[in-house]
């Protein structure tokens, strides 16, 4: 946990400063809009990841399966989309550096990925968990022992969520 609590400070600096400078150019709205959702997400990227690592009871435990469930999701819905917007930002610094900027192409496509990562994560979390479908299917068996005439059996299975 050490290494991602190093990798989730570092990430929050520089996406901060991808952010800052992309959208301090522009319009005072929209710049206050993006920092106002960057902010919410970084209080609930922290929030899980504190209770996840602070977590002291049995690894089994309802509650640590949706922490870490939760902490899974923030990862591949926020972070990884983070770390690509990051990496193609300073990418662009690193193709301008002697002009002393960044490009803004390669920030727009990183503001562009993360956003749709972000929106398609959420979409399939959010409307996808309840796609869930029943299916009854009678098995007749010979010499039955009668005693478990009526018997039902549950398997539930490829819970992808």
Do not use: C, Q
């Amino acid at each position: 946990m050490l290494i991602l609590l190093v990798f989730l400070l570092i990430l929050e600096v520089l996406t901060f400063l991808t952010l800052s400078e992309y959208f301090s150019t522009g319009r005072k709205p929209v710049y206050f809009i993006v920092m106002a959702a960057h902010f919410a997400m970084s209080i609930w990227i922290w929030v899980i990841f504190i209770r996840t690592a602070t977590y002291d009871g049995f690894f089994d435990e309802p509650r640590n399966v949706t922490l870490r469930l939760n902490l899974a999701w923030v990862m591949t819905g926020i972070i990884i989309p983070r770390f690509i917007l990051t990496a193609l930002h300073f990418t662009g610094r690193l193709f301008r550096l002697r002009k002393k900027g960044y490009s803004k192409i390669l920030t727009g496509w990183g503001i562009l990925i993360a956003a749709l990562a972000f929106i398609v994560l959420a979409a399939g979390s959010l409307i996808g968990r309840f796609n869930l479908s029943t299916e009854e299917v009678k098995i007749k068996i010979r010499d039955l022992d009668p005693r478990l005439e009526g018997l039902r059996i549950v398997h539930i299975s490829d819970l992808h969520l």
